[in-house]
């Protein structure tokens, strides 16, 4: 099947082609270059709309004052040390220069209000936004995983043996430990890939948290399968999705920017299903930045899965 998007201010268009169709003559000659001419003056279109009725510029919230106290300094020096990924509340009204802010985002990832009284697992926990947004909510205990070292990471054989030693030993966890630190956080952080995830090393868990994971990994299916053994009440699975992709098709990515894959929404749905969960609900779609400043486009689910 072959797409074509034209998207004027946010409404989009989509036309369908099968590979048949691609290659008669009118397709080629006709409907083709009709459709580029189409497209080319949607741009303007919309391009013109913007220049006379600009769309409103996403605020960027400063993470340091410009005047700190003794206690703010401390804080900014340390984390000045580290990347930061997440945007993390810290104490003393610092944050993390992280790159991807998740506060704005906080009610369309559809996650309980409160967690009292549960064990729950934040899989692939980066700098620990959502280990410690769950502490937050009243976790009894939260369990952070992540991968030790940069090579651990799902990488093509390619990148693998053109990266130097010193790059696939790189020491990940380090902006985790800063933030745990300053927030006197009692989330356990444990590293290992989440191909390992299993009762008899972790134990099983009330809430589990899988966020932006499976595009990134070289075997979703295989993570999906791992983490349902160590589900005892649910998994919230939030996930990238292209409604452009038809049914349950993947389009492979060859780990470009490290995603591998375009997933359909009902090839998520179908993992999950096919790891064993019974009770699969989409709750919520939602479009949201992939980085910031920029306008949303970029789709995500959110969706429960119970045994």
């Known amino acids: 099947m072959n797409y074509r998007l034209v998207n004027v201010r946010g409404f989009e268009f989509l036309i369908s082609v099968d590979d048949r169709a691609r290659a008669s003559a009118f397709w080629q000659y006709g409907a083709k270059p009709a459709l580029q001419t189409v497209s080319k003056a949607a741009g303007g279109i919309g391009a013109a709309i913007d220049r006379m009725f600009p769309p409103p510029k996403v605020e960027q919230v400063r993470p340091f004052p410009d005047n700190p106290t003794a206690e703010q300094q401390d804080i900014m020096d340390a984390v ?176 470009a920017q490290a995603t591998w894959w375009g997933l359909s929404l009902p090839a998520i749905e179908k993992m999950i299903w096919d790891a064993g969960f019974n009770n699969i609900q989409v709750m919520h779609k939602f479009k949201a930045d992939s980085q910031p400043g920029q306008n949303a486009w970029m789709w995500r689910a959110a969706i429960r899965a119970k045994p």
């Open 80 to 255: 000045k040390k580290h990347e930061w990924y997440h945007t993390i509340e810290l104490k003393h009204g610092i944050r993390t220069p992280g790159r991807f802010n998740h506060y704005p985002l906080l009610a369309d990832y559809r996650l309980p209000e409160r967690l009292d009284g549960k064990r729950c697992l934040d899989v692939a926990t980066m700098n620990g936004f959502w280990a410690f947004e769950m502490e937050r909510r009243g976790a009894a205990e939260v369990v952070a995983l992540d991968v030790a070292k940069f090579g651990d990471v799902d990488v093509p054989a390619r990148q693998r043996r053109a990266s130097t030693p010193e790059q696939l030993q790189g020491e990940n966890g380090l902006p985790f430990r800063c933030a745990h630190k300053i927030l006197d956080s009692k989330v356990r952080y444990e590293q290992m890939k989440v191909y390992d995830l299993s009762p008899e090393r972790l134990g099983k868990f009330d809430f589990v948290m899988v966020g932006d994971l499976l595009l990134h990994l070289m075997n979703p299916m295989a993570a999906c399968n791992a983490i349902y053994e160590v589900v005892a009440g649910e998994a919230h699975f939030v996930e990238c999705f292209s409604p452009f992709i038809p049914k349950m098709a993947m389009m492979y990515q060859s780990a």
